[in-house]
């Protein structure tokens, strides 16, 4: 077994009776955690989609979209209305039959001066968290925070904040504001002191934002679910969906962009007698080429050279789009196989026509491309899965891509038997990124338990290397969840049990420790020895009351580290206490008294005093929105287990004030796990 540097100092004589003496005292206290609670289980009678559900993104094999025009859709409207019409009399029983089954839940109110992708009862922020501040401050604010971050509970806050259905930034202090009635409608509208200008600008700060933190699927969605008024026909916005996938809202938008610049040409037109110059703006030749590709996506290949042709007439001639497009005209069964090598960069329109043809990609223009380009190809089912692994390995550093994704890049690579029986000693000398995707195969297939766990350690160890726990313990959480409790794990209790309170599993975190409990009091040494690692982290990852605290149980964990040497032991001490006490434990006096030495915790740093300030100033004011962003600016790009127990302690404090209560825990538990808990 694989133990820390902190474990491996010797033993004092009485450890084994204080490991027991501990295992008794929880076994008598009364607010266990239920040790009958089980996994929940799969109804067998569901039955399972008989196909996958539809991508958001292009097929591959299909050289484009299929755009139906007006007459179709209205003929199967039609045909869909007539038909439910004449099944009426037979659907009239079971409705009735079903009408007092089903119960609809509560409708959110729409309010129009809010916007955003998350409402309230999806977990959204409160409406008005940003109002009580200016937007010039929270411009400047999010200019400091670094997105995307590598702390999965960073990343949480920051999408929460830019993602939840808030109102804008108003300077007036927090005080609802009643929606006016329509009576035209019975809908709502804004009231008269909404300024649709500000609405505008901060609704472009949160998008700006978005496409620093590169997750597209957040961000298109973000796009498309803009107010009509508020959504620009952009450069910029039209990428983003093409990006994403949305073809068709990229199309929609070039329509709309053509159609305005063909009316402010007219105008021009009609004031002047000739244009003394016609030349396109970077902008203009951007929608020109758009249009050339919509054309194509709608099989009017005439109409896409016209728009060619328009482009190479007014100087804009661009031959590796001119080459692509070309190719994408052509049917799909006599296309070859090209490549990038004439490509100097990855722009969103030429990757996205490339993938279209379903060409490989050089590697050394996807290391130079844009981060959102990036981004796309990991999410690009069109691209080789060689391709694909690449992107995923560059987002990751940056913390640009999901565990989700990544779990599925993962599971794409292929490997031999003699590879996976290996894995371990592999990856002991190799330290490329493939090497953390055999590891994470081989333990997901791995059959037997011990060796699946054994692995699982390896991975933890490059993680703590790397500084990468927490989201290596996220993409790893099935795996976690497939191991069950069993005297043969017992060494492995400590490492199981954080990688799946890291992973968001407390539920079954909480089994292994009322395994762990019980076998300790049965008088299992190791089993002793792992619950004394897992009570802190239980104990603040666990709802109030679920893990027993008292001051004898804490002397006896007290106890337990007196293995450790002095600086560790009060290192590890003062950030337990401190953050025990931040979620309302108590800590006795003489515990405290206790580390009044010169022993200092190494590695961490305190909040800067400039950042502590305004943090305590902007709680002090009711203002929640910058109250977080200077919490996620303490935290940095390290992230919590940078900061010292007294850093840690406030931002607790402050996340559990605006009701971010699972997210204060996860804090918590980065910051412990990065200290060696």
Same mark, same amino acid.
């Given at each position: 077994?694989?133990?820390?540097?902190?474990?491996?100092?010797?033993?004092?004589?009485?450890?084994? +009776?204080?490991?027991?003496?501990?295992?008794?005292?929880?076994?008598?206290?009364?607010?266990?955690?239920?040790?009958?609670?089980?996994?929940?289980?799969?109804?067998?009678?569901?039955?399972?989609?008989?196909?996958?559900?539809?991508?958001?993104?292009?097929?591959?094999?299909?050289?484009?979209?299929?755009?139906?025009?007006?007459?179709?859709?209205?003929?199967?409207?039609?045909?869909?209305?007539?038909?439910?019409?004449?099944?009426?009399?037979?659907?009239?029983?079971?409705?009735?039959?079903?009408?007092?089954?089903?119960?609809?839940?509560?409708?959110?109110?729409?309010?129009?001066? *809010?916007?955003?992708?998350?409402?309230?009862?999806?977990?959204?922020?409160?409406?008005?968290?940003?109002?009580?501040?200016?937007?010039?401050?929270?411009?400047?604010? =999010?200019?400091?925070?670094?997105?995307?971050?590598?702390?999965?509970?960073?990343?949480?806050?920051?999408?929460?904040?830019?993602?939840?259905?808030?109102?804008?930034?108003?300077?007036?202090?927090?005080?609802?504001?009643?929606?006016?009635?329509?009576?035209?409608?019975?809908?709502?509208?804004?009231?008269?002191?909404?300024?649709?200008?500000?609405?505008?600008?901060?609704?472009?700060?949160? $998008?700006?934002?978005?496409?620093?933190?590169?997750?597209?699927?957040?961000?298109?969605? &973000?796009?498309?679910?803009?107010?009509?008024?508020?959504?620009?026909?952009?450069?910029? %916005?039209?990428?983003? $969906?093409?990006?994403?996938?949305?073809?068709?809202?990229?199309?929609?938008?070039?329509?709309?962009?053509? @159609?305005?610049?063909?009316? *402010?040409?007219?105008?021009?037109?009609?004031?002047?007698?000739?244009?003394?110059?016609?030349?396109?703006?970077?902008?203009?030749?951007?929608?020109?080429?758009?249009?050339?590709?919509?054309?194509?996506?709608?099989?009017?290949?005439? +109409? @896409?050279?016209?728009? $060619?042709?328009?482009?190479?007439?007014?100087?804009?001639?661009?031959?590796? &789009?001119?080459?692509?497009?070309?190719?994408?005209?052509?049917?799909?069964?006599?296309?070859?196989?090209?490549?990038?090598?004439?490509?100097?960069?990855?722009?969103?329109? %030429?990757?996205?026509?490339?993938? =279209?043809?379903?060409?490989?990609?050089?590697?050394?223009?996807?290391?130079?491309?844009?981060?959102?380009?990036?981004?796309?190809?990991?999410?690009?089912?069109?691209?080789?899965?060689?391709?694909?692994?690449?992107?995923?390995?560059?987002?990751?550093?940056? +913390?640009?891509?999901?565990?989700?994704?990544?779990?599925?890049? &993962?599971?794409?690579?292929?490997?031999?038997?003699?590879? &996976?029986?290996?894995?371990?000693?592999?990856?002991?000398?190799?330290?490329?990124?493939?090497?953390?995707?055999?590891?994470?195969?081989?333990?997901?297939?791995?059959?037997?338990?011990?060796?699946?766990?054994?692995?699982?350690?390896?991975?933890?160890?490059?993680?703590?290397?790397?500084?990468?726990?927490?989201?290596?313990?996220?993409?790893?959480?099935?795996?976690?969840?497939?191991? %069950?409790?069993?005297?043969?794990?017992?060494?492995?209790?400590?490492?199981?049990?954080?990688?799946?309170?890291?992973?968001?599993?407390?539920?079954?975190?909480?089994?292994?420790?009322?395994?762990?409990?019980?076998?300790?009091?049965?008088?299992?040494?190791?089993?002793?020895?792992?619950?004394?690692?897992?009570?802190?982290?239980?104990?603040?990852?666990?709802?109030?009351?679920?893990?027993?605290?008292?001051?004898?149980?804490?002397?006896?964990?007290?106890?337990?580290?007196?293995?450790?040497?002095?600086?560790?032991?009060?290192?590890?001490?003062?950030?337990?206490? *401190?953050?025990?006490?931040?979620?309302?434990?108590?800590?006795?006096?003489?515990?405290?008294?206790?580390?009044?030495?010169?022993?200092?915790?190494?590695?961490?740093?305190?909040?800067?005093?400039?950042?502590?300030?305004?943090?305590?100033?902007?709680?002090?004011?009711?203002?929640?929105?910058?109250?977080?962003?200077?919490?996620?600016?303490?935290?940095?790009?390290?992230?919590?287990?940078?900061?010292?127990?007294?850093?840690?302690?406030?931002?607790?404090?402050?996340?559990?004030?605006?009701?971010?209560?699972?997210?204060?825990?996860?804090?918590?538990?980065?910051?412990?796990?990065?200290?060696?808990?």
């Amino acid at each position: 077994m694989k133990i820390s540097s902190n474990d491996k100092e010797k033993s004092s004589p009485s450890e084994a +009776g204080l490991k027991i003496s501990l295992a008794a005292l929880l076994l008598v206290s009364t607010s266990f955690h239920a040790s009958n609670a089980q996994e929940q289980m799969i109804d067998p009678s569901i039955q399972e989609a008989e196909e996958n559900p539809q991508s958001i993104l292009f097929p591959s094999g299909v050289p484009s979209p299929y755009f139906p025009s007006d007459a179709e859709i209205a003929s199967q409207a039609e045909e869909r209305l007539n038909r439910t019409a004449e099944g009426n009399n037979d659907l009239s029983s079971e409705v009735d039959q079903f009408s007092e089954e089903i119960t609809q839940e509560p409708v959110e109110e729409q309010d129009p001066t *809010a916007f955003g992708t998350i409402s309230r009862s999806m977990g959204g922020l409160e409406k008005n968290i940003w109002q009580p501040s200016q937007i010039d401050r929270i411009e400047k604010l =999010l200019d400091a925070v670094t997105l995307p971050t590598l702390s999965p509970v960073m990343d949480d806050i920051a999408r929460k904040l830019l993602l939840s259905v808030t109102t804008s930034p108003t300077a007036t202090p927090i005080v609802e504001q009643p929606l006016l009635e329509d009576d035209n409608d019975h809908g709502f509208v804004r009231a008269p002191s909404f300024n649709e200008d500000l609405f505008r600008q901060f609704i472009n700060l949160r $998008l700006k934002e978005l496409i620093e933190r590169g997750n597209l699927e957040d961000l298109v969605a &973000y796009i498309q679910n803009l107010p009509p008024e508020i959504l620009n026909s952009e450069q910029q %916005n039209a990428e983003i $969906l093409m990006l994403g996938g949305d073809l068709i809202g990229a199309c929609q938008m070039t329509a709309q962009a053509r @159609a305005a610049d063909t009316q *402010a040409r007219n105008s021009r037109f009609s004031t002047n007698a000739m244009m003394e110059d016609d030349t396109l703006s970077e902008e203009g030749q951007f929608w020109l080429k758009m249009t050339a590709f919509c054309r194509v996506l709608e099989q009017d290949n005439s +109409g @896409a050279q016209i728009a $060619l042709d328009m482009l190479n007439e007014r100087g804009s001639m661009d031959f590796m &789009y001119n080459d692509l497009l070309s190719r994408l005209m052509e049917p799909a069964d006599i296309r070859g196989t090209f490549f990038s090598g004439g490509l100097n960069d990855l722009e969103p329109l %030429n990757y996205t026509i490339w993938s =279209l043809l379903d060409q490989p990609i050089d590697a050394d223009l996807i290391e130079a491309s844009d981060p959102l380009i990036v981004s796309a190809l990991v999410i690009n089912p069109n691209m080789s899965a060689e391709n694909r692994f690449q992107a995923a390995a560059k987002s990751y550093l940056s +913390g640009g891509v999901t565990s989700n994704a990544l779990r599925n890049i &993962y599971d794409m690579q292929e490997f031999t038997n003699a590879e &996976y029986n290996s894995a371990v000693r592999m990856a002991e000398f190799d330290e490329r990124p493939i090497a953390d995707a055999l590891l994470y195969q081989a333990a997901s297939k791995q059959m037997i338990d011990l060796e699946k766990a054994e692995i699982l350690e390896a991975i933890w160890q490059r993680a703590i290397e790397n500084n990468d726990l927490p989201r290596k313990a996220a993409l790893n959480i099935e795996t976690l969840r497939s191991l %069950n409790p069993t005297t043969r794990l017992v060494n492995h209790a400590h490492h199981i049990v954080r990688g799946l309170i890291l992973g968001g599993d407390i539920e079954r975190a909480l089994l292994w420790y009322d395994f762990a409990r019980r076998s300790a009091a049965s008088g299992d040494a190791e089993a002793t020895r792992a619950l004394i690692n897992i009570w802190p982290l239980a104990t603040l990852a666990a709802e109030p009351g679920e893990i027993p605290w008292s001051d004898s149980i804490l002397n006896l964990w007290w106890n337990g580290q007196m293995v450790l040497s002095p600086e560790n032991r009060d290192g590890k001490a003062t950030l337990f206490y *401190a953050l025990a006490e931040a979620f309302g434990h108590q800590v006795a006096e003489d515990k405290w008294a206790e580390l009044i030495t010169e022993n200092k915790q190494e590695g961490v740093q305190p909040i800067p005093l400039a950042v502590w300030r305004e943090m305590i100033k902007a709680v002090g004011e009711n203002k929640p929105a910058e109250a977080l962003l200077l919490s996620l600016i303490a935290m940095g790009e390290e992230g919590p287990g940078s900061l010292d127990a007294s850093g840690l302690s406030t931002i607790i404090r402050l996340l559990r004030s605006v009701g971010l209560e699972q997210e204060a825990r996860k804090v918590a538990i980065e910051a412990m796990v990065a200290n060696d808990f």
